[in-house]
């Protein structure tokens, strides 16, 4: 079983829609959340940060972390065409080295 | 501000030759430094990390080497190249302020024929 779970999509969705992208993960000492956005052939693009459950909103874009569940969730309000790209979930357990755990990501497809 | 770049951006290489991809980052000092492969439609693989001048760490084994020679400059190398070494390769760097969010290039696309 891999640490972080993530749906690979793809997911389709028309303009304007509200995305829920969704990872699970299975240790407990994850502490801090992040979500990446990549567009084909680039590389990731930190999207959102996150320690501890929550909520945290930026702009269009709304990072959720629930660690009784061990789930997070970004939910990206007025999806449009722009935002068509692989969305990434990563975490760490804030210990030395600081490693990242990724999921596989999510591919959103966004039709105008 | 910080940049961090990644050349070449792609190449193709036939099976059995060398290989050395470079990653530079500028505007911090002493950075966290990774290489990760990122295969065809799957996750970030880890392949290297290094919190310092010479201090390499490998996470999985496998016919590549890093190496850092200064304090913003991480090299990924290969003597012989294998057809399973295809893919995206990935620098990416994290300071020492902040958390643990790690900043990533643009990346260098190799296919290994």
Not at chain 1, 40 to 67: H, I, W
Not at chain 1, 73 to 90: G, H, K, M, V
Not at chain 1, 94 to 111: E, I, P
Request: aromatic content about 12%; hydrophobic content about 30%.
């Amino acid at each position: 079983q891999k640490e972080v779970e993530q749906d690979p999509g793809p997911l389709s969705v028309p303009e304007g829609a509200i995305v829920s992208l969704n990872c699970t993960y299975s240790n407990s000492a994850f502490q801090y959340f992040m979500w990446y956005r990549q567009y084909s052939r680039k590389g990731p693009e930190l999207l959102m940060y996150t320690y501890s459950s929550g909520n945290k909103e930026d702009g269009r874009f709304t990072a959720q972390v629930d660690k009784s569940s061990k789930y997070i969730s970004l939910f990206i309000r007025d999806s449009q065409p722009s935002d068509s790209a692989t969305y990434l979930c990563a975490m760490s357990k804030g210990n030395a080295g600081n490693m990242l755990t990724f999921g596989g990501g999510t591919r959103l497809m966004v039709k105008p | 501000s910080q940049t961090i770049h990644q050349w070449p951006a792609t190449l193709v290489q036939p099976v059995g030759s060398p290989l050395s991809l470079e990653c530079t980052v500028e505007g911090t000092s002493n950075p966290n430094l990774y290489w990760y492969r990122q295969a065809a439609g799957r996750g970030l693989q880890l392949l290297f990390y290094s919190v310092g001048i010479g201090q390499i760490s490998s996470e999985v084994p496998q016919n590549l080497s890093a190496s850092r020679p200064q304090d913003r400059q991480f090299i990924l190398s290969s003597k012989k190249l294998l057809l399973s070494d295809s893919g995206f390769y990935l620098c990416a760097w994290r300071g020492l302020q902040g958390w643990d969010e790690q900043f990533f290039g643009p990346g260098t696309r190799l296919t290994v024929l």
